[in-house]
């Protein structure tokens, strides 16, 4: 089996697991929901505050469900020695560390795409340009799925995991939510050209990323 | 489990006496900085008395910076198969603490002397930023050293965690240059660098750089030695433990090895 098929495979496991346990459309979407309620209670939703701030916020969202997905993505693995079975399955750690990652990045944009619509329309926002928009978020995505599940193997098995992630990850990954925002705000109000630095600096993130995460998996895989 | 201490690398990085000179040293450069510091250098013409601060966040600054690429060179050594040695683990561990202490106080004299001379405590300039951002990176790989584990098992972990946020501070510092020159041209920090030093000014640098320096080197070293008792003291828990238990005595609560 190539690589890809590999990784396939592992990706599909995942997806049919959590599509099985529907946990992200009845807990991490209405989540995120409630987060962009409380950011209007806390914030001034009549003097266009929120409308200014929407891109940070959207993006900060997306991080703490980001938190929530890498948990889980680890916790299938915890129970009835699933990692074990993993390590034994003979696939490659590159392409187990693909397919998590990319279960990930695919659960991380539906979660996206129905908080965009949450917040065109709770913040008023105005999507004026979406090629550099819809690229930017995927290489966003890309990028924090690549380094949240690095460190999800990276704390597997250790029982302060669940503080343990956050920590670590959230200053890995400031540059992306600077990127992810900055592209944002220049899709949306700006001028779409700004975005376009932004998003390929998100793009570099990625693949420097998805490069570490391919060569260093299988030996954390090992350990965990 | 009895560890096999050749196999765990030197108990120390040099030797006492070594050492000692070491802080012999650099207590006499904190010595001369001190009465460089306060009293030949004159005061700065604009900034007065505050100045003054730098002669120890510019050397703290540098020592952060050496002891966080000390960490990223050890953590590579560790990785490579050839050199694995639980020697470069500890100095890796020991400098990384050294590098957040020292960022950590960067960060608060930048802060002490921001606020008489530009009248806030912090501004969002890209150099600071980036350095509160290097802080919370190497904190918590500290906070990963911490887990307990099996000592292969936390060194290799620690390894790549190190390697990662080293690879990430350029993406970090570029991207927050970039953020905040976009939106305001000139940073506080430009005039500063290119004003002229007396004499007498960058004496004092630079002997606060020696002195910090000295500094490292002496902490490295009894930091390194601390790790090894740490690790021997961890390790005669254990066998007590199973002394315990083998002579069926009631368990006893001690420090976990494994997670």
Known sequence: MSLVQEAALVAGKDLRIEARAKVIGQQIVPFGLIVLLLFAFALDPDRGVLQRVAPGLFWITVLLAALLGISRSFSLEADNGARDSLRMSGLDGAAIFLGKAGALAVQLLVFEALLTVGVVVLFDVRLASLPPLIMGTVAATVGIAATGTLYGVLAAGIRARETLVPVLLLPVVAPVLLGATRSWESSIDGVPGDAWPWVALLGVFAVLFVGIGMMAFDPLLEEA | MSIDRAALGGDRLMSPVLRRVFGVLALLAMGALTVIGLFVAPPDEVQGDAQRLMYIHVPAAWLAYLAFGVTALAS??????????????????????????????????????????????????????????????????????????????????????ALIA??????????????????????????????????????ALWVGVLAFTLLYVYLLDLRYRLEVLEEDREERDLEAAIADRVHGGPPRETVGVNS
């Open chain 2, 76 to 161: 590579g050594l560790y990785l490579w198969p050839r050199t694995r040695s639980l020697v470069w683990d500890r100095v890796a561990g020991a400098s990384a603490e050294l590098g957040v202490i020292f960022t950590g106080l960067t960060l608060l004299l930048g802060s002490l002397w921001g606020r008489p001379v530009w009248g806030v405590w912090w501004a969002w300039d890209a150099r600071l930023v980036t350095t509160a951002v290097l802080f919370f990176l190497y904190l918590g790989y500290l906070a990963l050293r911490q887990v307990p584990a099996a000592l292969d098992v936390r060194a290799k972990r620690c390894a790549i965690a």
């Open chain 2, 166 to 203: 080293f690879v990430d501070v350029p993406i970090v510092h570029f991207s927050v240059t970039w953020w905040r020159t976009l939106h305001q041209q000139a940073t506080v920090f430009n005039s500063e660098l290119d004003a002229q030093i007396h004499g007498t000014m960058a004496l």
